[in-house]
């Protein structure tokens, strides 16, 4: 340590030790936005995954957040590496007994300046969201995957009419080597007696391949086999497809988690018949 020069005072160890106690502050600081910052960046995957659980049709983008997060993540670096840069300015000052120079506090002004800039994007940011959902009100319904987990019915939207959706669904289990045991016209049943029903029409198809180990580990499970896609139309005639869920199937018939590929054919081909 370099002897003070003559007229200058010494620094004592309590400034060493406030200095020391400033850097540990600042790096509390650096870590905090850092974390923060990362946060920040996986809500857009939240979101995302929210809205695909949905089932929306179209998944908004909520990319920004990434960039808000980098941005929280590079003031924390900033900060940490500021800190150490002048703390080791400070150390030297004290070492030549220049502790009487002004404390000059622009790196802090900037910093909260630009973490306040951040913070008004990101409010911005959310209220554009909130405003862009509550816009369409009216499509809600369209674009949602509902899952009712008492009943376990799962409920998407098809891109085609309700026949079209079920001349998709035949051609696809024909594609699969799937067969198709039933096709019930309810609606047509319906018509027959003269009733008025919206187009709602009972798909009935499996696999004895895929199906006997299924009713062999958990035999109540005949009850909901073979599988069954429901096609219809609602009041303002959107076609739907419903099936039930394979972990509710699961849990009301205690399948074994490996026999679980077995029961996932509903889901896959209503998502198949479903895209435009």
């Known amino acids: 340590m370099e002897k003070p020069p003559e007229g200058r005072q010494k620094a004592t160890l309590s400034d060493y030790l406030a200095a020391e106690r400033t850097l540990l502050a600042w790096i509390r600081t650096g870590l905090a936005l850092m974390g923060f910052g990362f946060v920040v960046a996986r809500f857009g995957l ?8 949905r089932g929306a049709a179209t998944l908004e983008h909520t990319g920004l957040s990434l960039w808000f997060g980098t941005a929280l993540i590079a003031v924390g670096v900033l ?10 300015q400070l150390v030297q000052r004290l070492d030549r007994g220049d502790s009487g120079s002004p404390h000059r506090a622009t790196e802090a002004v900037v910093i909260a300046f630009l973490l306040a800039l ?13 405003s862009t959902t509550h816009s369409q009100p009216g499509n809600s319904k369209e674009t949602s995957m509902t899952r009712d987990s008492e009943s ?13 959706t079920v001349e998709k669904i035949r051609n696809i289990l024909a ?23 919206r187009p709602t029409k009972l798909l009935i198809f ?12 958990a035999p109540s ?35 074994p988690a490996e026999l679980m590929q ?10 198949m018949a479903a895209k435009e």
Request: proline share 4%; net charge negative; charged share 15%.
């Open 46 to 53: 939240f979101l995302e995954q929210l809205q695909a659980i």
């Open 79 to 88: 900060v940490s590496v500021l800190a150490g840069m002048h703390h080791i």
């Open 118 to 130: 951040v913070g008004l994007c990101m409010a911005a940011y959310l209220i554009s969201i909130r």
């Open 152 to 164: 376990g019915i799962v409920d998407i939207p098809s891109h085609h009419p309700v026949e079209a």
């Open 175 to 197: 594609a699969k080597g799937v067969t198709l045991f039933a096709l019930v016209d309810h609606s047509g049943e319906a018509e027959k007696v003269g009733l008025k029903m």
């Open 206 to 217: 499996g696999s004895p391949k895929a199906g006997t180990p299924v009713m062999l580990a």
């Open 221 to 255: 499970i005949a009850i909901d086999l073979p599988l069954k896609l429901l096609v219809w139309e609602d009041e303002a005639g959107k076609a739907w497809i419903s099936y039930n869920s394979a972990d509710y199937l699961r849990s009301r018939h205690h399948v």
């Open 262 to 271: 077995n029961l996932a054919a509903a889901e896959a081909i209503a998502a």
